[in-house]
C-alpha cells in the first residue's frame, strides 16, 4: 500500500516537474549554443585571449546573454521574411526538399509537427474543449471544436454537425477529426492548455475545476494465476 502510494506521489511529481525541467533544459541549450558560437568568439577577439577558461565567468555570461538575443532577434527576423511571399517560397523549396532526403526526412517530418503544435497558431484556432462520445457508445473523449462541420453533413433529423479534434496521448499533435451532432457533446468548463496538459499528461494532470470531490474507488485486479 505504501509502495503504491510513494509511486503515485513520485509520477505526479514528474509529470508536474518534467515541463518546467524540459522548458529550463531547452533555454538553456539554446544560450550555450549562441555562447559557444557566437559569443566566446566574439569575447576572445575583443580581449586578445585565445582560451575561453582565461575569460572572466562573467564576461563568458556577458556574452552568452547578448548572443542569446541576437539569436531570438534573428529568429524574428526569420519570421518577418517568412510572412512575405518571397520569402516564404523559398523556405517552401527547402523544406519541400528536407522532405525528400532520406534519414532527415524521418528526423524533420515529426519535429515540424511537434513544433507546429505548440509554436504555431494552431491552438488558436480551437474554439472550445468538449468531451465527445467516441470511439464507442459510452465511452468519451477530450476534444476541441475546430469548426462549424461541412455543409452536407447533417443528422438525420436536420441537426448541425461540428468538427471536434480529438488529440492522441501523450503527442497531442496527432489525432482525429470527428463530425458530430452539436447537441451530443458535452462542453467543459476548461482552457484549451489545461486541455492539453490533460491529454500529455495521459489524465494524470487535471485542471482544478474537474477533479471530483470523492475520488472513485480504485480498481484492483485479482493476481494472474500461476502456469501449471
Not at 508536474?16 to 531547452?26: D, R
Not at 503544435?117 to 473523449?141: C, H, I, N
Request: glycine share 8%; no cysteine; aromatic share 12%.
Amino acid at each position: 500500500m505504501a509502495r503504491t502510494v510513494l509511486r503515485r506521489y513520485l509520477i505526479t511529481g514528474l509529470t508536474a516537474l518534467l515541463p518546467t525541467l524540459l522548458t529550463v533544459f531547452v533555454f538553456y541549450k539554446l544560450w550555450e549554443f549562441a555562447r559557444d558560437t557566437v559569443g566566446d568568439p566574439v569575447v576572445l577577439t575583443l580581449t586578445g585571449q585565445g582560451d575561453p577558461a582565461d575569460v572572466s565567468v562573467w564576461l563568458r555570461l556577458a556574452g552568452g546573454a547578448a548572443s542569446f538575443v541576437v539569436l531570438v532577434f534573428l529568429a524574428m527576423f526569420f519570421g518577418f521574411l517568412l510572412t512575405k511571399v518571397i520569402g516564404a517560397r523559398m523556405f517552401r523549396a527547402v523544406e519541400s526538399s528536407l522532405a525528400r532526403l532520406p534519414f532527415i526526412s524521418a528526423i524533420y517530418g515529426p519535429v515540424r509537427q511537434v513544433t507546429d503544435f505548440f509554436l504555431s497558431d494552431k491552438t488558436q484556432q480551437f474554439r472550445s474543449v468538449v468531451a465527445v462520445e467516441y470511439p464507442r457508445k459510452g465511452m468519451y473523449s477530450v476534444g476541441f471544436v475546430t469548426s462549424n462541420g461541412l455543409k452536407d453533413v447533417t443528422t438525420p433529423d436536420g441537426r448541425r454537425m461540428i468538427s471536434v479534434f480529438v488529440p492522441s496521448s501523450p503527442t497531442p499533435f496527432t489525432g482525429y477529426v470527428v463530425l458530430v451532432a452539436e447537441s451530443e457533446v458535452i462542453p467543459l468548463p476548461i482552457a484549451i492548455d489545461e486541455a492539453i496538459r490533460f491529454t500529455v499528461s495521459a489524465g494524470v494532470i487535471r485542471p482544478n475545476n474537474q477533479i471530483p470531490e470523492i475520488e472513485p474507488p480504485r480498481i484492483s485486479f485479482p493476481p494472474p494465476e500461476a502456469d501449471g
